[in-house]
Structures are given as structure tokens and as C-alpha cells.
């Protein structure tokens, strides 16, 4: 009787691995097959002809951010928008700015050198907010404003976002949460 009972346990923590798996595998397969295709539009529709790094933006629309070079070697970033973005916030911008197709994502490129640097940046925050620990300083877009999302806890133990932009690092929005 005991075999039977770990048995089934066995058999019961087997299945519910493997459901975990899919369901990781699942979630995750979307980002990793768009990326191909939003590498392709970033080569395509940019001066990049490498990608060395992508990373993920989701704002109220979701981005690949690609680091590049371009033929002569220049570094550049290069955000190419998810297909699923938010349909209502692409509306609004093809209303302001006639630059995307029902056919085309929003692509935007800029050279590392026409923003300020994470290093730089870090380094900025640190000294100006009230950081306990800082989780993380990430690309991203909001609206057609390309920018830096710095992920951190403050003193109080709130997690909070702080937005700025990417050029200059002027600022642009905060939030916290409370713990």
C-alpha cells in the first residue's frame, strides 16, 4: 500500500512539473519567435547591420530594444514595437504622425552617443534619489520619446519607477508602490 501511495505521488509531482514546464515554455516561446521577426524589421528599417544584444520593453506598448552597431562599427539602440501593442495608444500616434502603416511597427534608432549612458545615469540617480537598492536601468519608449526606466527600492522599501529621457535624462514621470 505504501508503494502504491508514493507511487502516485511520484506520478502526481511528475505531471504537475511537466505542466509547469509548458506552461513556462509556452509563455516565454511568444517573446523568443517575435524576436526574430522584430530583428529583422530592426535591420531592415535602421542603420543596423549587427544586432549584438535585444532586450524587453513593456510600457503601455511593448518593445524590443535591440543594441547594435552599424557598417562602420557605431553603436546605435534600435526599438522596434511588438505586434500586440496596445491598438488604442497606435491610433492615437498614427493620428499625430502619419509614419506607420497598418503593415509597418514603430521603429525608432538612436546612436549611443546622442543619449546619456547607463554608467552615467546610474550614477545621477544615485546621487539625486533616496535609492536603498537599485534593481535595474532599462531602454524603453513612451509614446514616440525614447527613454530610461530606472527600477529601484527607495528607503521607505518602496518599489518605484523613475522615467527619463534618453538624450538628456530630463524627467518625465515617477512611481512608487507602497511595500
Same mark, same amino acid.
Given at each position: 500500500m505504501r508503494t502504491w501511495i508514493l507511487a502516485a505521488l511520484l506520478i502526481?509531482?511528475?505531471?504537475s512539473l511537466s505542466a509547469l514546464y509548458m506552461l513556462y515554455a509556452s509563455a516565454s516561446s511568444s517573446l523568443t519567435e517575435d524576436s526574430d521577426v522584430t530583428e529583422a524589421l530592426a535591420l531592415e528599417h535602421s542603420s543596423a547591420a549587427e544586432i549584438l544584444?535585444?532586450?524587453?520593453?513593456?510600457?503601455?506598448?511593448?518593445?524590443?530594444?535591440?543594441?547594435?552597431a552599424d557598417d562602420d562599427g557605431e553603436r546605435l539602440y534600435v526599438w522596434v514595437e511588438l505586434e500586440d501593442?496596445?491598438?488604442?495608444?497606435? =491610433?492615437?500616434?498614427?493620428?499625430?504622425?502619419?509614419? *506607420?502603416? /497598418?503593415?509597418? $511597427?514603430?521603429?525608432a534608432e538612436r546612436y549611443h552617443d546622442e543619449?546619456?549612458?547607463? =554608467?552615467?545615469l546610474r550614477e545621477e540617480v544615485q546621487? *539625486?534619489? /533616496?535609492?536603498? $537598492?537599485?534593481?535595474?536601468?532599462?531602454?524603453?519608449?513612451?509614446?514616440e520619446t525614447p527613454v530610461y526606466e530606472v527600477n529601484y527600492i527607495d528607503a521607505s522599501g518602496r518599489q518605484s519607477y523613475y522615467y527619463v529621457t534618453f538624450e538628456d535624462a530630463a524627467y518625465i514621470r515617477h512611481y512608487q508602490f507602497s511595500p
Open positions: 502526481f509531482l511528475l505531471l544584444d535585444m532586450d524587453y520593453y513593456h510600457g503601455t506598448r511593448a518593445f524590443h530594444v535591440f543594441d547594435a501593442s496596445d491598438e488604442e495608444e497606435r =491610433d492615437e500616434n498614427e493620428a499625430d504622425n502619419n509614419q *506607420e502603416s /497598418d503593415d509597418e $511597427r514603430f521603429v543619449g546619456i549612458s547607463k =554608467d552615467a546621487s *539625486e534619489l /533616496d535609492i536603498l $537598492r537599485l534593481n535595474g536601468i532599462r531602454l524603453g519608449m513612451i509614446g
